[in-house]
Nanobody, 125 residues
Framework: QVQLVESGGGLVQAGGSLRLSCAAS????????MGWFRQAPGKEREFVAGITWSGGSTYYADSVKGRFTISRDNAKNTGYLQMSSLKPEDTAVYYC??????????????????WGQGTQVTVSS
């Protein structure tokens, strides 16, 4: 079992920055891939970024590449999503998720076994 709790969401103006955190407990944090997804109103949930267990490999959706940075601190059982140059279209509920299988990074939500409750990010124009 893995428990994930996101924090750090809020309201920010376009061009601003936010850092989301994902605190993990339960199964050993350093043994699974972590992903960030988001869901905007009326839209399906989409992959944003992923990071492998060691942090050695990351992957980003094209829409956030160059603006968002995913990282993790296995000693603190915490993952992060640093978001910069935010745009109104980044407004969504952001979720962190864990893929506990040892395999190449996955970008579809059905491959992720555990999810946090989500944190709202609102970017005003």
């Amino acid at each position: 079992q893995v428990q994930l709790v996101e924090s750090g969401g809020g309201l920010v103006q376009a061009g601003g920055s936010l850092r989301l955190s994902c605190a993990a407990s339960g199964r050993t944090f350093s043994r699974y891939t972590m992903g960030w997804f988001r869901q905007a109103p009326g839209k399906e949930r989409e992959f944003v970024a992923g990071i492998t267990w060691s942090g050695g490999s990351t992957y980003y959706a094209d829409s956030v590449k160059g603006r968002f940075t995913i990282s993790r601190d296995n000693a603190k059982n915490t993952g992060y999503l640093q978001m910069s140059s935010l745009k109104p279209e980044d407004t969504a509920v952001y979720y962190c998720a864990a893929d506990i299988l040892f395999r190449p990074m996955q970008i579809t939500e059905e491959k992720y076994d555990y999810w946090g409750q989500g944190t709202q990010v609102t970017v005003s124009s």
